[in-house]
C-alpha cells in the first residue's frame, strides 16, 4: 500500500512540475514588470513599397478644378465630384502615374510624405483660395500568417499593424504554437528578402524594432514538440490500423475460399 501511495505521490508531481514549465512557455510578456518600455516609445509610419496599390484624392473648393486629378472621376448632374477609389499600382522603379503630374517616385514615403509631395506639386495649377487636399490611403496592407494559428492573409485598413495585433487577427496561436520561436519573413524594396524571430514569452518583443509589421510580411508559427509528436503517433496509428484492416479482410478472403 505504501508503494502505491508513494508512486501516486510521485506521479502527481511529476504532472505539477509538467504544468508550471508548459505554463512558463505558454504564458506571454512574463517579465513585462522587469523591463523598460522606454525604446518603444515612437510613432510608427508604414513605408511605401514598389507594388503597393495607393488610393489618392484631390478635393478643392470647386469640384471641377481637382477633376484633373482624380482619374476617372466623374461629376453627378448637381455639378459635385463623384468620389471613387482610384487606385495607383507602384511600379518596380518605385513610381506612379499621376494625372497631369505624370510619373511621381514615392516608394519609401510615409503616407504623409506622399500627400505633401502631391500638394506641393499640384499647387501651381491651382489658385490658393481652392483649398486642395490630398487624401492618400494605402490599399494593399496584407499580412500573410501561417502555421499553429488561424492561417490566412490578413488585410488592415491602417499602416501601422504589429507583430501582437497581427497574432490576434489570426485567433492567437493554438497550445501547440512555438511561442518563444516565431518567424517573420520580410520583403525589402529591392525584393530582397531577411528574417526575423519574435519571442512571445519575452516582453522585451515591445522594444524590438520589428514589433511594427510591414505590408506583405510573413509570419509563421511553428508547431512544438508535443504536436510534432501527435502528428507522429496519430500516422502511426493510422498506418497500422490501415494495415491490421488489410491483412484481416484478406485472412478472411483466404479463410472462405479455402472453406469452400
Same mark, same amino acid.
Given at each position: 500500500?505504501?508503494?502505491?501511495?508513494?508512486?501516486?505521490?510521485?506521479?502527481?508531481?511529476?504532472?505539477?512540475?509538467?504544468?508550471?514549465?508548459?505554463?512558463?512557455?505558454?504564458?506571454?510578456?512574463?517579465?513585462?514588470?522587469?523591463?523598460?518600455?522606454?525604446?518603444?516609445?515612437?510613432?510608427?509610419?508604414?513605408?511605401?513599397?514598389?507594388?503597393?496599390?495607393?488610393?489618392?484624392?484631390?478635393?478643392?473648393?470647386?469640384?471641377?478644378?481637382?477633376?484633373?486629378?482624380?482619374?476617372?472621376?466623374?461629376?453627378?448632374?448637381?455639378?459635385?465630384?463623384?468620389?471613387?477609389?482610384?487606385?495607383?499600382?507602384?511600379?518596380?522603379?518605385?513610381?506612379?502615374? +499621376?494625372?497631369?503630374?505624370?510619373?511621381?517616385?514615392?516608394?519609401?514615403?510615409?503616407?504623409?510624405?506622399?500627400?505633401?509631395?502631391?500638394?506641393?506639386?499640384?499647387?501651381?495649377?491651382?489658385?490658393?483660395?481652392?483649398?486642395?487636399?490630398?487624401?492618400?490611403?494605402?490599399?494593399?496592407? !496584407?499580412?500573410?500568417?501561417?502555421?499553429?494559428?488561424?492561417?490566412?492573409?490578413?488585410? +488592415?485598413? !491602417?499602416?501601422?499593424?504589429?507583430?501582437?495585433?497581427?497574432?490576434?487577427?489570426?485567433?492567437?496561436?493554438?497550445?501547440?504554437?512555438?511561442?518563444?520561436?516565431?518567424?517573420?519573413? !520580410?520583403?525589402?524594396?529591392?525584393?530582397?528578402?531577411?528574417?526575423?524571430?519574435?519571442? +512571445?514569452?519575452?516582453?522585451?518583443?515591445?522594444?524590438?524594432?520589428?514589433?511594427?509589421?510591414?505590408?506583405?510580411?510573413?509570419?509563421?508559427?511553428?508547431?512544438?514538440?508535443?504536436?510534432?509528436?501527435?502528428?507522429?503517433?496519430?500516422?502511426?496509428?493510422?498506418?497500422?490500423?490501415?494495415?491490421?484492416?488489410?491483412?484481416?479482410?484478406?485472412?478472411?478472403?483466404?479463410?472462405?475460399? +479455402?472453406?469452400?
Amino acid at each position: 500500500m505504501n508503494r502505491m501511495l508513494k508512486l501516486a505521490v510521485a506521479i502527481i508531481a511529476a504532472v505539477v512540475i509538467t504544468g508550471c514549465g508548459n505554463y512558463k512557455k505558454v504564458t506571454y510578456f512574463q517579465n513585462i514588470d522587469k523591463i523598460s518600455l522606454a525604446a518603444s516609445k515612437g510613432l510608427y509610419d508604414a513605408r511605401i513599397m514598389p507594388k503597393d496599390l495607393l488610393t489618392i484624392y484631390v478635393s478643392t473648393i470647386d469640384p471641377k478644378v481637382a477633376q484633373p486629378f482624380n482619374l476617372g472621376q466623374n461629376l453627378n448632374s448637381g455639378g459635385n465630384l463623384m468620389h471613387n477609389s482610384i487606385q495607383y499600382l507602384v511600379d518596380n522603379e518605385g513610381c506612379i502615374n +499621376f494625372p497631369v503630374l505624370g510619373k511621381l517616385k514615392v516608394t519609401g514615403l510615409t503616407i504623409r510624405e506622399t500627400e505633401q509631395l502631391i500638394s506641393d506639386k499640384i499647387a501651381p495649377y491651382l489658385a490658393e483660395e481652392e483649398k486642395a487636399v490630398v487624401i492618400c490611403r494605402m490599399a494593399s496592407f !496584407r499580412i500573410c500568417i501561417l502555421g499553429e494559428t488561424g492561417s490566412n492573409i490578413y488585410t +488592415f485598413d !491602417r499602416e501601422k499593424v504589429s507583430i501582437v495585433e497581427a497574432i490576434a487577427q489570426a485567433g492567437d496561436l493554438t497550445l501547440y504554437g512555438k511561442r518563444q520561436n516565431i518567424l517573420l519573413i !520580410r520583403e525589402d524594396a529591392t525584393g530582397q528578402k531577411s528574417i526575423h524571430r519574435y519571442n +512571445f514569452n519575452d516582453a522585451e518583443i515591445f522594444n524590438d524594432p520589428y514589433y511594427y509589421l510591414q505590408q506583405n510580411d510573413i509570419i509563421y508559427v511553428e508547431p512544438n514538440k508535443i504536436k510534432a509528436r501527435t502528428a507522429m503517433f496519430d500516422s502511426s496509428i493510422s498506418y497500422w490500423l490501415g494495415l491490421s484492416t488489410t491483412i484481416i479482410s484478406f485472412g478472411t478472403l483466404l479463410f472462405t475460399i +479455402f472453406k469452400k
